[in-house]
T-cell receptor, first 113, second 118 residues
Framework: DGGITQSPKYLFRKEGQNVTLSCEQNLNHDAMYWYRQDPGQGLRLIYYSQIVNDFQKGDIAEGYSVSREKKESFPLTVTSAQKNPTAFYLC????????????FGPGTRLLVL | AQTVTQSQPEMSVQEAETVTLSCTYDTSESDYYLFWYKQPPSRQMILVIRQEAYKQQNATENRFSVNFQKAAKSFSLKISDSQLGDAAMYFCAYRHSISSGSARQLTFGSGTQLTVLP
């Protein structure tokens, strides 16, 4: 079945540690996105990529990094510079046309120990 | 920058009744797209309905329909014959058109928590 997978479902980070969230899609979508969701709030864009080996910062990129080495994969690293990483992280993908609609993965819950 | 406002943090509806969720947005663009997403307790974001700003006709998907008022910058979601499975957080979202030359990220409202009462 086609879809977007995110792993792990839950992730625990120790202070000073970098952690990486996985996002994989088999929809043959060119564009991929990372959003952060805090309790009671909407989603905010962290990074997005419209093509392999290229990505752009979103509204809240500080303390995060990404790579896009393969079309199917767009991992997000939460670095130690992100002082408040506890949140729900959602990955999305879409085709790159004017009618594009973003489809979302099941999300990863990141908690700080 | 564009903003999306959902002024109803919580709404409730009786099963089989109709409910309308409100959304307003602010943009200087004339060509854009609007979306309603649903986030059930599983937290998976699910697309409910989409509206292209250049279309005057309101979008409809089964029990879900929108009232798109471009001049008023209003985009409300009507759910008819509400079902228990409709209970979720509903988010309104905005995206520029490619022709605008602006980044095509989604801008989300803060959400409306819908409770369906049996």
């Amino acid at each position: 079945d086609g879809g977007i997978t995110q792993s792990p479902k839950y992730l625990f980070r120790k202070e000073g540690q970098n952690v990486t969230l996985s996002c994989e899609q088999n929809l043959n979508h060119d564009a991929m996105y990372w959003y952060r969701q805090d309790p009671g709030q909407g989603l905010r864009l962290i990074y997005y990529s419209q093509i392999v080996n290229d990505f752009q910062k979103g509204d809240i990129a500080e303390g995060y990094s990404v790579s896009r080495e393969k079309k199917e994969s767009f991992p997000l690293t939460v670095t130690s510079a992100q002082k408040n990483p506890t949140a729900f992280y959602l990955c999305a993908s879409s085709i790159v046309t004017d009618l594009e609609t973003q489809y979302f993965g099941p999300g990863t819950r990141l908690l700080v120990l | 920058a564009q903003t999306v406002t959902q002024s109803q943090p919580e709404m409730s509806v009786q099963e089989a009744e109709t409910v309308t969720l409100s959304c307003t947005y602010d943009t200087s663009e004339s060509d854009y797209y609007l979306f309603w997403y649903k986030q059930p307790p599983s937290r998976q974001m699910i697309l409910v309905i989409r509206q292209e700003a250049y279309k005057q006709q309101n979008a409809t998907e089964n029990r879900f329909s929108v009232n798109f008022q471009k001049a008023a910058k209003s985009f409300s979601l009507k759910i008819s014959d509400s079902q228990l499975g409709d209970a979720a957080m509903y988010f309104c979202a905005y995206r520029h058109s490619i022709s605008s030359g602006s980044a095509r990220q989604l801008t989300f409202g803060s959400g409306t928590q819908l409770t369906v009462l049996p």
